[in-house]
């Protein structure tokens, strides 16, 4: 995978700031996590560190130490 580019962080910073909770029973949910986890570490890496509402902690417990 390639790593995203600065628009589209900024694109998914604004619409993850827009939930206010997310259900983890929720099929949105884990489509988010099945997401993440296609993830290579560098994407990982970018997404946890661009500071997303939810997404950041959930790269987070993916990236290898």
Known sequence: MTKFNPN???VLRAECAKIDRIDPMS???RRMIAL???MDQPMLKQ???AKIKFLSRLAMN????
Request: cysteine-free; charged content about 25%; overall charge neutral.
């Open 27 to 29: 099929p949105t949910y």
């Open 62 to 65: 993916r990236v290898a130490a």
């Open 36 to 38: 993440l986890n296609g």
């Open 8 to 10: 589209q962080i900024d």
């Open 47 to 49: 997404i946890r560190d």
